[in-house]
């Protein structure tokens, strides 16, 4: 079992609400101490992203819930945490700059500590520079952004790659979640994976 039990959120401003707090609540059910991280340490406007039934054809924004961030990027001594997440909605495109955030990226991906990303989180590892030759989910409309790093990109629920787990969008959350939380348990990849396999046998027989 790993020793720390604190585990990092990764926010800004238009961060998409259920991205963020789906993982936020899931970590406390399985005795984890989620430490939301964001530029400054301050209070953060959410979005919420769907794309409507009729009259759409983009995603439209909704104003979601606020979170108070703990910590700011610079502060965080990643040694200190078990594992991460990337949230999704607007925040990364703007905050994957931060050269703190890439220096707590590059550690997680370097020490094989759990990762997840899901959506437009993959932003981030993308501009840290270590998706390269990685499998992982994505949106859509993020693919490009995989690819042209490196990476190899999955139309998947959930793509487990050694300690990176992902996810398309938030209707994945029920999907790729159970793999992360397993690794942070201290799981095996085979071990994280198992669940989702086994789901989706179940889903094929029905």
């Excluded at 990762?115 to 693919?143: D, Y």
Aim: net charge neutral; aromatic share 10%; glycine share 8%.
């Amino acid at each position: 079992m790993r020793t720390s039990r604190r585990v990092l959120i990764v926010v800004g401003d238009a961060a998409e609400t259920v991205d963020t707090l789906y993982p936020y609540l899931r970590l406390q059910e399985d005795g984890f101490e989620p430490i939301v991280a964001a530029p400054d340490k301050r209070r953060y406007q959410m979005v919420l992203h769907e794309i409507p039934a009729t009259g759409w054809n983009i995603t439209r924004e909704f104003e979601g819930y606020t979170i108070q961030a703990d910590v700011a990027f610079r502060d965080v001594d990643p040694d200190d945490y078990a594992g991460i997440f990337y949230s999704g909605g607007r925040a990364p495109e703007y905050i994957r700059y931060d050269p703190a955030l890439q220096r707590i990226t590059r550690h997680f991906f370097e020490a094989n500590k759990p990762v997840a990303s899901v959506c437009h989180g993959v932003e981030i590892p993308c501009a840290a520079g270590v998706v390269k030759g990685r499998r992982m989910a994505t949106v859509a409309k993020c693919r490009f952004d995989l690819e042209v790093c490196g990476g190899i990109y999955v139309d998947s629920p959930c793509v487990v790659d050694g300690n990176l787990v992902s996810g398309r969008t938030w209707h994945d959350h029920g999907r790729y979640m159970g793999a992360w939380i397993r690794l942070l348990q201290g799981g095996s990849r085979a071990h994280a994976e198992a669940a989702p396999a086994a789901d989706m046998q179940s889903r094929k027989a029905r």
